[in-house]
C-alpha cells in the first residue's frame, strides 16, 4: 500500500468517524452518568457544608413555618458543633420539593439516610441533565450525533458538576431547569416556536427563579436573545411572537417570585437576602471585585474543579475547538445567523457567570466552584460543537475526558474525610464503566461490514 492510499484510508476512517450514528450513546451516557454520580453519593461524607442547612429549610417547612434569617438549626440532625442557618434567603422550591422526604425520615431519627435518599434522586437528575443537553444539541444540529454525543460527554467530565450532584443543594434543581429553558429557547429560535416549546421555557424559567434569585442572570440572557432573534431578517413574519414570548418569559416568573423578594427585602434590605453584617460574623473577607480576580488560589480551584476532565487542557480545548469550529463554518457559509446568534449566548452565559461568581466572593461569598455550574451547559456545548468538527472526529478524546473527570472526581472524594460507603460505591461505580464499554461494543459490532466503503457526508446543520 502507497503511502497516498494510507493517508486517504486514515482520512476516510476520520470522516466516518466524525458521521457515523452516535445516537445509542447519548442514553447510555446519562446511564452511566448516574451510576457514576450515585457512587460518589456514597463516598462523600454527609452533612457536608450547606447539606444540614438544606435539611433543616425542607424540616421546617415539613412542619408548617420556614426558617427565620439567623435561626439556628433545629431539625433533629446528629451534628457535632451547632451551625448557623444561612441558606433561608433562598426560594423555597427545592426544600418544597424534598420536604415529603426528608421531613418524615428526620423526624423518626433518619437524618442520615434523608440525605443519602436525596442525593440518589440527585443522581437521577445528573443524568437527566446529561440527557437533555444531549437532546439540546440534536434541536440544534439534528444531522451531527457526534457533536451531540461530545456534549454529553464533556458535561459529565467536569469534577464539580459530578461532586454538586452528589450532594444536597438547590444547585443542581437549577441546573435542570435552566437546561430546560435552553433546550425550549434553542428550538425556538432555530424556527420552532409551537406553544409546547413556549411553554417549556416560561415553565422553566418560573421554577428556576423560585429555586435560586440568580436565576435572573440566565433569565435575562435567555430573553435578550429572543428580543435579537426578532431583529433577524429571516424571521420577519414572526419578530412579534418572539419579541412577545421574550418579554413573558421574564415578566410571569418575576411577578412568580417577586412576594419572595419581597420578603428577602424586609428582612434583610435586599431582594437576594444579601446581609453583610451576617458574613462578617462568619469571618468572610471583603474584597474588590480586581482582588478577586487576580487570586490564582480562587481561579486555580475554580478551573480545575469546572474544567473538563478536570484538567486546565480540557478548558483550553474548549476554546480552541469552538474557535476553530467557526472559523470552518463561516469559511463554508454554514453558519446562519441564528447559529451565531446562540453561540454568542453561550459565550455570554460563560462570560456572565464568571463575573456573577467574582461579584459573589468580593462581597464575601464562598469561591465554591459549583456557583460556576450555571455555565456548564454553555462549556459543554461549545467543546461538543467544536471537537465534532474536527476533519478526523477523535472519539477517544471526549471518553478520555470522562475518564480523566471520573479519576480526578472519584480520588479526591475517596480522600475526604469520613469516607461513608465505599463498597456501594465501588459497585456503583463499575457498573458505570460498563454501561459505557457494552455501550460502545454494541457500536462497533454495528459499523459496516465494508470498511473500504466511502463514508456517506451529512451536513452539520438543516
Known amino acids: 500500500m502507497s503511502a497516498d492510499d494510507s493517508n486517504e484510508g486514515s482520512h476516510s476512517l476520520g470522516e466516518a468517524a466524525r458521521h457515523r ?10 446511564l452511566a452518568t448516574t451510576l457514576f454520580v450515585a457512587a460518589v453519593s456514597f463516598i462523600v461524607p454527609v452533612f457536608r457544608p450547606d447539606e444540614p442547612q438544606y435539611l433543616d429549610y425542607a424540616w421546617r417547612l415539613w412542619q408548617g413555618s420556614f426558617p427565620e434569617f439567623r ?18 434567603h433562598h426560594p423555597p422550591l427545592f426544600p418544597i420539593l424534598i420536604s415529603p ?49 461530545s456534549t454529553s460527554l464533556v458535561a459529565a467530565s467536569v469534577p464539580m458538576f459530578l461532586v454538586t450532584a ?23 429560535v432555530r424556527g420552532n416556536d409551537r406553544w409546547p416549546w413556549a411553554l417549556m421555557l416560561v415553565g422553566a424559567n418560573t421554577g428556576l427563579l ?8 440566565l433569565l435575562g440572557l435567555y430573553s435578550t436573545t429572543l428580543v435579537l432573534a426578532a431583529a433577524l431578517p429571516s424571521n420577519r413574519s414572526r419578530w412579534r411572537r418572539l419579541a412577545a414570548l421574550g418579554a413573558t418569559a421574564v415578566i410571569v416568573p418575576v411577578l412568580g417570585s417577586s412576594p419572595w423578594w419581597a420578603r428577602n427585602y424586609r428582612e434583610t434590605g435586599t431582594i437576594v437576602g444579601y446581609r453583610r453584617d451576617f458574613y462578617e460574623d462568619l469571618e468572610r473577607s471583603f474584597r474588590s471585585p480586581l482582588e478577586v480576580l487576580t487570586d490564582s488560589e480562587v481561579w486555580q480551584q475554580g478551573l480545575l474543579q469546572f474544567s473538563p476532565g478536570g484538567t486546565i487542557l480540557g478548558l ?63 462549556l459543554a456545548m461549545l467543546a461538543g460543537l467544536g471537537v465534532s468538527n474536527w476533519r478526523r472526529f477523535p ?65 452539520l446543520a438543516d
Open 166 to 188: 452528589a450532594g444536597l443543594f438547590n444547585d443542581l434543581l437549577a441546573l435542570l431547569l435552566s437546561v430546560v429553558a435552553l433546550m425550549a429557547l434553542v428550538s425556538i
Open 395 to 459: 472519539v477517544a478524546l471526549p471518553y478520555a475526558l470522562l475518564a480523566s473527570g471520573w479519576v480526578v472526581t472519584g480520588v479526591t472524594s475517596a480522600m475526604a474525610p469520613g469516607v461513608g460507603h465505599p463498597l456501594a460505591a465501588a459497585v456503583l461505580a463499575t457498573a458505570a464503566v460498563g454501561v459505557l464499554a457494552l455501550s460502545g461494543v454494541r457500536l462497533h459490532l454495528r459499523r459496516p461490514s465494508n470498511r473500504n466503503e466511502p463514508p456517506v457526508r451529512m451536513p
Open 71 to 88: 435561626d439556628g438549626l433545629t431539625a433533629p440532625i446528629p451534628l457535632d458543633d451547632p451551625r448557623p442557618q444561612f441558606v433561608t
Open 210 to 217: 423560585a429555586t435560586r434569585v440568580q436565576g435572573l442572570v
Open 21 to 30: 450514528d452516535y445516537r445509542s450513546l447519548g442514553p447510555a451516557v446519562a
Open 101 to 149: 422526604i426528608v421531613g418524615p425520615l428526620v423526624d423518626g431519627g433518619h437524618a442520615v439516610a434523608a440525605t443519602l435518599l436525596v442525593r440518589l434522586i440527585h443522581s437521577l437528575a445528573a443524568g437527566l441533565i446529561v440527557w437533555l443537553l444531549y437532546r439540546t444539541v440534536a434541536v440544534w444540529q439534528p444531522s451531527s450525533t457526534a457533536a451531540q454525543l
Open 316 to 378: 483550553a480545548l474548549v476554546y480552541v475547538s469552538v474557535a476553530w469550529w467557526i472559523i470552518v463554518r463561516r469559511r463554508s457559509r454554514a453558519l446562519s445567523s441564528e447559529d451565531m446568534l446562540l453561540l454568542c449566548l453561550l459565550g455570554a452565559m460563560l462570560l456572565v457567570t464568571s463575573l456573577a461568581f467574582v461579584w459573589y466572593v468580593s462581597v464575601g461569598g464562598s469561591p465554591n466552584p459549583r456557583y460556576l455550574l450555571p455555565a456548564l451547559p454553555a
